[in-house]
Nanobody
Framework: VQLQASGGGLVQPGGSLRLSCAAS????????MAWFRQAPGKEREFVAA????????TYARFVKGRFTISRDNTNNLAYLQMNSLKFEDTAVYYC????????????????????WGQGTQVTVSS
């Protein structure tokens, strides 16, 4: 499956952005979807994940209450709504797809995901 992330941009602190992840090549209906981010000089880190059914979600502690992950299985899309953005949220954001079991085996681990988007830059600056 090919993933295409979009929606990044420049936003002021306290602002909002909505990232989208579009999949092509096959349906994502059975996959765990996730968002990761990578800031300059830092390792890629987990942001949020969502199961196909339920759905169940899990978030990194630093975004809980500010970010919301969601998905549209019919249209093969995943989203990350980001509110109350902070300077430290500046990073390239990547969407990823893994097996349905990835959510339960280790959703925060990059190795659980076998498909990655190209990333979209989010810059929080005044």
């Amino acid at each position: 499956v090919q993933l295409q992330a979009s929606g990044g941009g420049l936003v002021q602190p306290g602002g909002s952005l909505r990232l989208s992840c579009a999949a092509s090549g096959r349906t994502l209906s059975g996959d765990t979807m996730a968002w990761f981010r990578q800031a300059p000089g830092k390792e890629r880190e987990f942001v949020a994940a969502i199961t196909r059914s339920g759905p169940r979600t899990t978030y990194a502690r630093f975004v809980k209450g500010r970010f919301t992950i969601s998905r549209d299985n019919t249209n093969n899309l995943a989203y990350l709504q980001m509110n109350s953005l902070k300077f430290e949220d500046t990073a390239v954001y990547y969407c990823a797809a893994g097996s349905d079991g990835a959510f339960y085996h280790g959703p925060t681990q990059t190795g659980e995901y076998d498909s990655w988007g190209q990333g979209t830059q989010v810059t929080v600056s005044s």
